[in-house]
């Protein structure tokens, strides 16, 4: 099987899998991704196939959505591509970047030592682009729905000393979340493709921030809660 029918293969796979996911984590999700890895990729001198397929299985099972297991989608991806007979390498290195590609294994005080590639910091770039600007905003007003959280509450301020556990069991309201990740995210893509996208799409949220604000209250409006 060529590389192509490999990626087109998978590429069924994830639609299948994800057709009635949240739709901030849907099928267009990975395809927004994979576009976005696919760009930044031009750039970069790294295995196409393992970026490709990194991108288009990194949330196939995310463990938000399975009850925190955080095996299952580095798993099912396993499983799937050595049912194509991928190269034993390549599955290795994609189950790699599923289990290391989350913003939340960024956080608490870990002293175990993070895996690293050009081919995950491709995907993660990718992934977080998707995480910030319009349509970030757009996929995190529709899990804080899908989560029933409120918009915002001026009583709950942002954590901004989370750990991995304490962001894994977060109900805070949606606003918080830009200033918990989404904010952070501008100084934590690795490419200078990645970088430069993500200067645009962090403005616009402090806009919309700005905006929000002022919507808010207009008697006091304000930029940060």
Known sequence: MSNTEIVEETITFVKETLQNAEGGHDWFHIKRVFQNAMFIAKDEDVDILVVSLGALLHDIADAKFHGGDENMGPQMASDFLRSLKVKKKVVGHVVKIIKHISFKNSLGTSKKKAFVSKEL??????????????????????????????????DIPPNLKLTKEAYKKSKAPTINHFYEKLLLLKDKMNTETGKKLAAERHQFMLDYLEQF?????????????
């Open 121 to 154: 910091q491709v995907v993660q770039d990718a992934d977080r682009l998707d995480a910030i600007g319009a349509i970030g905003i757009a996929r995190a007003f529709n899990y804080g729905g899908f989560k029933n959280r409120e918009l915002y509450n001026p």
């Open 213 to 225: 604000y002022k919507e808010w209250n207009p008697l006091s409006a304000k930029s940060n809660p």
